[in-house]
């Protein structure tokens, strides 16, 4: 079981992003979905996707969050066409960000963002390389402009196994932005490549709750481990959700949480939602409770 999945918030195009995007990658697949109802948001439909193997998730919920190129979709391609094929798709409607062409890290390289606003970096790699299709990537800009190195120790701490790799940073007068040092930073958490950066330009973006990360917990030991650990916003703290000290938005839910919502009869599933909508923290014995109609 994938361990840490991103999570895409859409105000009604959930399904139908995760269908396109689904389309341009091999081994990739639509999972379920299912609507839950009478959230403060109205009916959302939460819809689960693979794509190249690895587990997205994604959900209409409102027009209450926008995506920016904070966090983006790296992805690793085998070949110029590759490249340019992909980068076509995501032109159509799309947003340039860094024109499409050769790099010094790259022969062919481009930043787009999609007809959706998600941000992707669509990157030529070596064919022999054993890379992770598709990585995450993290841009600090603004007040934690300066912050991608700490960010990255401190995952590193909060999630074991963890890897940290390259860190290349800026050299002098090569950043706009004052605080800028790290120009690339590598690092796995637990079953999950991520990467990070500081913006070299001072950005009006930050993190938002468009697009966060769910940790799969096992037990409540380990949801109350990850929330300690993660939670640094007290007011941002609402059904699983919270954020950490530099703004990323973290879902911290019970492992068998997709079961409920997709396996669970009709009755369970409503009974489930009023009960983690009252919550901040999961509580997995009171959810228990409430699958069963007990109390």
């Known amino acids: 079981m994938q361990k ?22 091999d081994q990739s697949k639509l999972l379920n979905t299912t609507v839950i109802e009478n959230t403060p948001s109205g009916d959302s439909e939460i ?12 959900i209409s919920a409102g027009p209450y969050f926008k995506f920016n190129p904070s966090i983006s979709l790296m992805t690793a391609c085998y070949s110029i066409e590759e490249v340019d094929e992909k980068w076509k798709a995501f032109s ?27 941000s992707w970096q669509l990157m030529l790699v070596d ?8 990585t995450p990537n993290f841009l600090f800009s603004n ?34 932005a004052a605080n800028a040092k ?4 590598a690092f796995k958490l637990i079953d999950m490549n991520f990467s990070a950066m500081d913006n070299a330009f001072n950005a009006n973006f930050s993190f938002n709750e468009a697009f966060s990360l769910i940790v799969k917990c096992k037990d409540q030991k380990e949801i109350d481990y990850f929330w300690d650990k993660l939670s640094a916003i007290p007011e941002a703290e609402q059904c699983g959700w919270v954020k950490d000290k530099f703004g990323v938005s973290w879902q911290i839910v019970p492992e068998n ?13 409503q009974r489930v939602t009023e ?10 014995e009171a959810l228990e409770k409430a699958r069963l109609g007990i109390g």
């Open 4 to 25: 840490i999945v991103p999570h895409l918030w859409y105000d009604k195009e959930a399904k139908e992003a995760a269908l396109f995007y689904i389309s341009l990658f």
């Open 47 to 58: 819809v689960n996707f693979e794509l190249a193997g690895q587990r997205f998730s994604a």
């Open 92 to 118: 159509e409607d799309g947003t340039e960000l860094m024109p499409l062409g050769e790099y010094p890290f790259s022969k062919r390289y481009g930043w787009i963002q999609d007809r959706y606003g998600l």
């Open 127 to 134: 064919s022999g390389q054993a890379v992770q299709k598709i």
């Open 143 to 176: 007040d934690v402009c300066g912050k991608a190195e700490e960010a990255v120790n401190y995952y590193s701490e909060v999630f074991k196994p963890s890897e940290t790799g390259v860190i290349s940073r800026y050299v002098v007068g090569e950043a706009e």
């Open 182 to 185: 790290v120009n690339y930073a």
């Open 257 to 269: 949480m997709d079961d409920i919502l997709f396996s669970g009869s009709r009755d369970e599933i």
């Open 275 to 284: 009960a983690f909508l009252k919550m901040k923290k999961f509580d997995l």
